[in-house]
Nanobody, 124 residues
Framework: QVQLVESGGGLVQAGGSLRLSCAASGRTSRSNAMGWFRQAPGKEREFVAAISWPGRITYYEDSVKGRFTISRDNAKNTVYLQMNSLKPEDTALYYC?????????????????WGQGTQVTVSS
């Protein structure tokens, strides 16, 4: 079993920045792709960003390209999401996920383990 713990969420004004972290522990393989997803109230969970093992390949959802950056520290089994120029429409519960396999994916059901989520609220 793999445990994921997200942190770094909070309340920020539009135009501000936040950095999310997700630490993986337990039966982690050191060759897992990792991703971030988000879910706003009344909406489906949507893809935000993903990164391969060991980190050369990244995918982003179109609305966050140029504003968000995903990265990973493999020695710490941790993935990060740097979010800049935040907008009110970025408000959501952000989830970290791990995929058994090194290639990233934009599809939620291709991930095997999920964290509990961290809330990001952007005020206008």
């Amino acid at each position: 079993q793999v445990q994921l713990v997200e942190s770094g969420g909070g309340l920020v004004q539009a135009g501000g920045s936040l950095r999310l972290s997700c630490a993986a522990s337990g039966r982690t393989s050191r060759s897992n792709a990792m991703g971030w997803f988000r879910q706003a109230p009344g909406k489906e969970r949507e893809f935000v960003a993903a990164i391969s093992w060991p980190g050369r390949i990244t995918y982003y959802e179109d609305s966050v390209k140029g504003r968000f950056t995903i990265s990973r520290d493999n020695a710490k089994n941790t993935v990060y999401l740097q979010m800049n120029s935040l907008k009110p429409e970025d408000t959501a519960l952000y989830y970290c996920a791990v995929r058994e396999g090194s290639w990233p994916s934009r599809v939620p059901y291709e991930y095997d383990y999920w964290g509990q989520g961290t809330q990001v609220t952007v005020s206008s």
